[in-house]
């Protein structure tokens, strides 16, 4: 009913940038939030930046003042862009997004298949 696909993972030395881009698409009548999440190998997964419909964005201390969360609601496609990059920013990266399908009463959270950034020192 509904898919979320992620592109711009890859590999980069810290100090370096990347953008990630989610494009949801299917049978969607709306969607509130979309955010980013991340998971390192042995840690739980981790709320990165959240982008709401009213404009507000929030992010994890520790990417604060570097990583920059946008939407396009015209293309349903949310951006990370990710600046000055870590070493301990390596994880895979998880598009998720609240979206209300047609015909449903509430919103379900949906995710995208992860895209993997590794950041070498």
């Known amino acids: 009913q509904v898919q979320l696909v992620e592109s711009g993972g890859g590999l980069v030395q810290a100090g370096g940038s990347l953008r990630l881009s989610c494009a949801a698409s299917?049978?969607?009548?709306?969607?509130?939030?979309m955010g980013w999440y991340r998971q390192a190998p042995g840690k739980q997964r981790e709320l990165v930046a959240t982008?709401?419909?009213?404009?507000?964005?929030e992010y994890v201390d520790s990417v604060q003042g570097r990583f920059t969360i946008s939407r396009d609601n015209a293309k349903n496609t949310v951006y990370l862009q990710m600046n000055s990059l870590k070493p301990e920013d390596t994880a895979v990266y998880y598009c998720?997004?609240?979206?209300?399908?047609?015909?449903?009463?509430?919103?379900?959270?949906?995710w995208g298949q992860g895209t993997q950034v590794t950041v070498s020192s």
């Open positions: 299917g049978i969607i009548f709306s969607i509130s939030a």
């Open positions: 982008h709401t419909n009213s404009g507000r964005t």
């Open positions: 998720n997004a609240r979206i209300v399908t047609f015909g449903a009463y509430s919103a379900q959270d949906y």
